[in-house]
């Protein structure tokens, strides 16, 4: 899927979004930068209302961003595309359509011919272990089976960059754990551009190449860490753990004084 | 789920212990069923009881007894016992009332579904719509005989106008609430995979709202089948209202709840049918099964 003669690198430059609320204006983002090379595996952590989800929304392509531009490989996005692939934190599944019929959606837009489709949507059936639930409908489905799809919808549809926002959010610490490691390893075999919001900062550094701290009041990239260790990582080594308070640490420095 | 049942009715040999839970649980649906018959059909033959008490005790001519309607329906039906204009007509009238229902309903909503989607969706449409739609749904469809008479004349098209206009607003107010109530995630979720323009409409914004246009679709059925008796008083000389109107003015009561029952069975009988096909289509929303 990707694609070494041309690394799509997602950039973006000096992206601002104000929401009009009411007469007033909120600013949810200042001026963002941001470069993330093909393949690697970005969590962005930060307060609630830091603007997480907005900066998701634009390179998604759902906001226009008020100033500045998000590109993929030099071109400017105007708005969604198949390039893309949004995995929401309530699923957001085509209930009347099956498990198989969610996953198909996005190669049934291409209109490609039916056997093709047919062996993509098995592949992804399969790559998500949902091959014997392949006939249910969403709401026969448990949190853990639905965020699969979701997930399966996506890479069917060949995008390049998945963006997940707090995707794990809503599941049970054993069914995190499961999709954590389903999704590395589905991330190892894709090579998949993954941007990843979390509240968790162990989530963030059991997964991630690099964790970007987000702070408010308004939006911005406080700090970038990169994560050097090997997978599959051990959350109770010493070096996972000191990432991980040093993270916590830049985090907990912006929401301290903030709210006083 | 169902893989497990045909697995156990199917497989070589179930367990005992399994197939007594199922025979169980079947016994238990049995009487579940049985309940319900027994509960639905039991009151309306205490009322009946109750109809015949009353004319026995009160001696009234001016209604008849269960009997007495009894035996008319089934002069009605079969013929043999009056010999007059209604003996053994009953197919005919049904057979023209569910033509004039069944028009005005389907113009309803080949009109009002598609309408509805479009004004749901583009707020353009919905703000040169709305006002109007406003202003004309309070209109009690009765007072549209005069016009309609004017418009169709006396005869089938006035009732059928009339059943259109009955059943047209419930079509339409329920699909544009639908569609009003979609979740923006889906359009954000089919637009990202590729979906757009009209293939939204048929992919998205239809299924999606189904659930919404089968309540309107249901309550305009009952709407339809109401307004048959005023659109059949427009004037024609066969069908089920008529036939209640008829009775009236020949003072044959007998006649008249003849009549009704027949219709009321009528509906009830299409709206089974709705509510099969609206579970069939529907089988994927959880709070729409009944
Ligand atoms: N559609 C909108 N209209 C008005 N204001 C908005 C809108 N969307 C977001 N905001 C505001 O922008 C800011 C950033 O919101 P955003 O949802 O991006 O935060 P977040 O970091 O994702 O928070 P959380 O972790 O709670 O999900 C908030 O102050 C929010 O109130
Ligand atoms: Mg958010």
Same mark, same amino acid.
């Given at each position: ?22 007469? %007033? ?12 090379? =093909? ?49 929401? =934190?309530?699923? @957001? ?40 639930? @392949? ?36 599941? %049970?610490?054993?069914?995190?754990? =499961? ?29 991630? %190449? ?5 702070? @408010? ?44 | ?29 049995? &009487? ?34 269960? *009997? ?5 329906? *089934? +002069? ?5 016992? *009056? ?18 229902? *069944? ?8 009109? $009002?579904?598609?309408?509805?989607? /479009?004004? $749901? ?23 549209? &005989? ?39 995630? /889906? ?6 995979? !590729?979906?757009? !323009? ?7 914004? /239809? ?8 309540? !309107? &679709?249901?309550?305009?059925? $009952? ?16 069908? /089920?209202?008529?036939?209640?109107? +008829? ?6 009561? +007998?006649?008249?709840?003849? !009549? ?31």
């Amino acid at each position: 899927m990707s694609n070494a003669l041309h690394p799509e690198t997602l950039t973006v430059r000096g992206v601002t979004k104000r929401f009009a609320v009411g007469d %007033d204006e909120v600013e949810a983002l200042a001026p963002v930068d941001l470069t993330i090379p =093909q393949g690697e595996f970005v969590c962005l952590i930060g307060a609630s209302g830091c603007g997480k989800s907005t900066l998701l929304r634009i390179i998604a392509g759902f906001e226009e961003p008020s100033t500045g531009e998000a590109l993929i490989d030099g071109k400017t996005i105007t708005g969604p595309g198949s390039d893309r692939g949004m995995v929401f =934190q309530d699923y @957001a599944l085509f209930p009347w359509m099956t498990v198989r019929e969610n996953i198909s959606f996005g190669p049934r837009q291409r209109q490609l011919l039916r056997g093709e489709i047919e062996k993509i949507t098995d592949e992804f059936v399969r790559m998500v272990g949902l091959t014997p639930f @392949a006939d249910r409908y969403p709401s026969q489905l448990s949190g853990g089976m639905k965020q699969r799809v979701a997930i399966a919808r996506v890479l069917a549809n060949n995008a390049n960059i998945l963006l997940m926002d707090e995707p794990f959010g809503a599941l %049970d610490a054993l069914t995190r754990e =499961q999709l954590q490691h389903e999704l590395l390893q589905i991330w190892t075999r894709t090579g998949v551009t993954t941007i990843f919001v979390t509240h968790s900062v162990e989530e963030a550094v059991l997964l991630a %190449d690099r964790v970007l701290v987000m702070s @408010a009041g308004p939006g911005r990239i406080d700090s970038d860490f990169r994560i050097e260790l090997t997978r599959p990582r051990d959350v109770s080594s010493p070096e996972f753990n000191a990432l991980r308070r040093a993270i916590a640490r830049r985090l907990t420095s912006h929401i301290a004084p903030s709210k006083a | 789920m169902n893989d497990h049942a045909t697995v156990t009715a199917e497989g070589a040999q179930p367990s005992a212990p399994v197939a007594a839970i199922t025979s169980r649980r079947r016994n238990r649906q049995r &009487l579940e069923t049985l309940r319900a018959i027994v509960l639905g059909a039991g009151f309306p033959i205490l009322l009946i009881l109750i109809w015949d008490r009353a004319v026995a005790m009160t001696g009234t001519r001016l209604i008849p007894s269960p *009997y007495q309607v009894a035996v008319m329906m *089934y +002069d009605f039906s079969f013929g043999g016992i *009056y010999d007059d204009a209604f003996s053994g007509t009953i197919l005919i009238h049904v057979w023209k009332s569910v033509q004039r229902v *069944y028009g005005g309903f389907f113009l309803a909503a080949l009109v $009002g579904i598609p309408l509805g989607l /479009l004004i $749901g969706r583009i707020k353009l449409l919905r703000q040169l719509l709305d006002p109007t739609i406003s202003l004309l749904r309070p209109i009690p469809v009765t007072a549209w &005989l005069p016009l309609s008479m004017i418009f169709f004349g006396l005869g089938p098209n006035a009732a059928i106008f009339l059943v259109f206009l009955g059943a047209f607003y419930p079509i339409l107010l329920n699909t544009i609430f639908g569609v009003r109530s979609i979740d923006p995630r /889906l359009f954000e979720a089919a637009s990202m995979l !590729g979906c757009a !323009g009209t293939r939204m409409f048929r992919q998205i914004v /239809l299924p999606a709202s189904l659930p919404a246009i089968f309540n !309107g &679709l249901r309550v305009a059925h $009952g709407f339809a089948w109401i307004l048959i008796v005023v659109g059949e008083m427009t004037g024609v000389p066969t069908g /089920l209202g008529s036939v209640v109107m +008829d009775g009236r003015t020949l003072s044959r009561t +007998d006649l008249v709840i003849t !009549g009704m029952i027949v219709i009321g069975a009528c509906g009830f009988v299409t709206d089974r049918i709705i509510v099969a096909i609206s579970n069939r289509l529907l089988s994927w929303s959880p709070q729409h099964l009944e």
